[in-house]
Structure formats: C-alpha cells, structure tokens
C-alpha cells in the first residue's frame, strides 16, 4: 500500500495526493494511438487548417532543443496540439508561428489544456508577439481534487492509470528529421493533458 499513500476518499473521483514511483513503475505504458500530422512546411499547414479551425479544445505543449550550457537558450522547436484522435506537431523552428497558430493561442473560446503553460507562452512569445486566452493549467487546476503531485508523469498516472516514458523530453528538436520516438513523444504528451482535463471534469458529476 506504500506505493498507494495519500489516497483520500473525500476527494473528486478518489485520487491520492501524492503517487509514489514504485507504483508508476507497475502501471501499463501507453501511447498516442491517433493520426499524428507533422507540420514543417506552409503546404501541410493549409493541409491542416480544416482539421483545426473547428476544434474548441486542445491539449498542448511545446519542446525545445536542451541546453547544456549556462546562460545559453533556445528557441521553441516544435509546438502540440492534441484533439482526442489527432496531433498536430508544429516545427516552429521551420515554420515560425503562423497566423492559425496566433488564432487559436489568442482564442478565449478554445481551451488549450497544458502543464507549466507560462513557461511555453514566454518561449513563444519570444518568437512573437501575442495574447494568449483560454490556457487551463493543469497543476493548478488539479488542485480541487486534492492532488498534489502535479507534474504530467505524475498527473497521467494518478488520473488515467498509465504511465508515460519521458525518454526523449531531452532529446535534440531541433533535429533536421525528427525520430518517430520523438513525434510519438511529443504527441503523447500533449494528448494526455486534454485526456486529464476531460477526466476530470467528467467526475464532477
């Protein structure tokens, strides 16, 4: 049961508060099972907008190449938008932030559901200029259900019953041809925060 303590019956949909790894460890390994859409060019990104312009909510993310030198950052490499069967993978560091993208980040009207959000829009921001809306923060939204451990390992395993391999969140994105490790990462992460959220909410009733 030391795997399983600060379980709290009193919570929203009985999560623990806090989950130990030893019991992630025993959890099934998921991964993104839905169609994944890499966009690094303006012609599959026209190719896209019709799958996206509709959608009202997302779960997103953003990776970027690691830095191993201090005072050394770089820029946002791939950006994600995850619907419940698809993945959007944006190579902004060929594509930049196209004017979709400005549309959905600036849409109050579109949820888009993610971990450490003010990091990844202060990195965008930095490639330019915009006013995001309509962000939900998953490790402050959590909260009203009684979790405490909050980072998206922990999150995925409390709330959904699997576990996630961050193998390749440190791996270069700014590659030239990204690794089907890597886009199957990159999709996953972004597909489970909006799994989360919806799991969630659906036991506030």
């Known amino acids: 049961m030391d795997g399983m303590r600060g379980r709290d019956i009193t919570n929203k949909g009985n999560y623990f508060e806090n989950i130990d790894e030893d019991f992630i460890k025993t959890l ?46 770089h820029q946002v490499s791939l950006l994600q938008l995850a619907t419940h069967n698809k993945a959007f993978l944006f190579r902004l560091n060929k ?7 400005v549309q959905i980040i600036q849409d109050p009207d579109c949820l888009k559901i993610g971990t450490a959000i003010r990091e990844d829009l202060n990195a965008l921001n930095r490639l330019r200029a915009m006013e995001p809306e ?28 699997i576990r996630i391999s961050k193998r390749n969140q ?35 009733h």
């Open 28 to 73: 099934p390994v998921r991964s993104f099972e839905g169609k994944i859409y890499l966009i690094d060019t303006t012609e599959k990104l026209k190719s896209a907008e019709p799958l996206l312009v509709n959608e009202r909510i997302f779960g997103f993310d953003t990776e970027t190449k690691p830095s191993y030198k201090k005072g050394r950052i």
């Open 95 to 101: 594509i930049k932030i196209p004017d979709l993208l």
């Open 134 to 161: 309509g962000f939900v923060e998953l490790q402050e939204f959590v909260k009203k259900y009684g979790i405490a451990d909050n980072g998206l390992k922990k999150l995925t395993a409390n709330v959904l019953g």
């Open 170 to 204: 440190t791996s270069n994105w700014a590659r030239a041809v990204l690794t089907r490790e890597q886009l199957q990462y990159a999709a996953m992460d972004a597909w489970v925060c909006l799994e989360i959220y919806k799991t969630l909410k659906r036991n506030d």
